[in-house]
């Protein structure tokens, strides 16, 4: 990718073929590449930024990439924020992702331990640390008037390769304490198919 960008503080590296920094009087530090109004612009298919690493060693953790952030104010924020923006029409048949993660066993691997996609810790070195805490938070953000297809949902499952998954979740045993009583509520769930099911939801434990 050709370097259009004007440079801020860059530092050469031969084995890429450029870097692209925009310097900004506001710019506290790190890499700053494009801005709103001033973004790469990539008009092929493309990664913009690329890193491709073979990882030998015998023990320990090795990490592609490392961001840690330590909030030491009053101000909140993210580590990894991650956007992706629809502006046009997608072409029949494409796929679109705030973020795609993936874990491959390959040929010659395996696994004695755990091996995850992806995986979400929530700690507190503090015995009250107060707010709403959550490992996960699956979140939507529609606009008001938006209709929805019938086959949408907070969470959806898929299967891409050809042997299957036969558990949908695999909890902590004390969770499974006791059988249902009566159903009083239902979540509602949708098939692939776009056929809809029912989870029943009991007030107490029988």
Known sequence: MPNTKAIGVAYAD???DSI???GAASFAGGVDAGASSNPIVAAT??????????????????RAIYA???????????????????AAAQ?????TNGAHISLSVNTGGSISGAANAARFTLGSAVNSPGGTLAAIQVDTDFASGVT?????????FTESGTAK??????????????TAGTAAKSIKIVASDGTPYWILLATAAS
């Open 14 to 16: 031969p084995q890429f």
């Open 20 to 22: 692209e920094v925009t």
């Open 45 to 62: 298919a493309q990664s913009v930024n690329q890193f491709y690493v073979t990882a030998s060693h015998a023990s320990g953790d090795m």
């Open 68 to 86: 840690r952030t330590n909030f030491t104010g009053a101000g909140a924020g993210e580590t990894l924020r991650a956007f992706s923006t629809v």
């Open 91 to 95: 072409g029949s048949g494409q796929t």
């Open 148 to 156: 929805l297809p019938g086959s949408a949902a907070f969470i959806r």
């Open 165 to 178: 998954m036969t558990n949908l979740l695999n909890v902590p045993a004390g969770i499974v304490t006791a």
